[in-house]
């Protein structure tokens, strides 16, 4: 078993993990590169990128187009090593490659582990045991404390957030992909912050912030008084080593 995988800052929420065995992609949405040519170091991925691994598991965490893009399903006319695991919102024709879940599910394919959780918007976010690696995708799981809303939904929001991540208690996780949604202004941080304080992650790779990468800077700095590795992502395509 290798002691590291690579980790792909793709764009927004995408985000694309390789371990020894798998190339795990999340909620890819933006298929136009940031440079001329078709790479992953432009941010998108190609079926050539995808056969390095020996088989490629694709999760949507639900049907939001800053998700979920079908041109996944592309992948797999040329490879027959990939499985798709869709939230059940995902509205696709069934095949065999395709798996649709709800949330507070288990998946077990060949020796990969999925546990689906739930999420304050929609959609399920994903926990994934793979070669050794633990690894959550929160999807649109974040602590949505919008400006706009009242002092009672925003506590009710609060509320839910704090209650999914109660049911990850006791989860030993490598790899955490939570929300920095510029957005919220000053209120960005608390899900990332509250994630780091509660599950404890090796690691935080901050998602949900498309172009806005200062937000991911000044989140390090935010949780810098914590004992979890903050990633700072300054562009399409960054790669992260994670040991």
Known sequence: MTAEIDIYHLYHSGICIKTENYCLVFDYCNDQPAGEEKRIENGVLTTEELAEQEKGLV?????HGDHFNP???DWAEELDTIEYILS??????????????????????????????????QGVSFYVEVDGFNIFHSGDLNWWHWKKFTLEERKQEEVEFKQELDRLEGKEIDIACVPVDHRLEEHYYLAGRYF??????????????RDNYYITSDFVDEIADLPVNAVEITERGQKIIFN
Request: proline share 4%.
């Open 88 to 121: 059940n919102d995902v509205q696709v024709q069934d095949q065999e490659n395709r798996h649709k879940v709800g949330k507070y599910q288990e998946l077990k394919l060949d020796d990969v582990y999925i546990e689906t959780y739930g999420t304050t918007d």
């Open 71 to 73: 041109v996944i399903f």
């Open 59 to 63: 999760f949507v965490t639900h049907n």
């Open 196 to 209: 780091a304080e509660t599950i404890e992650p090796e690691m935080i790779v901050p998602i949900h912030f």
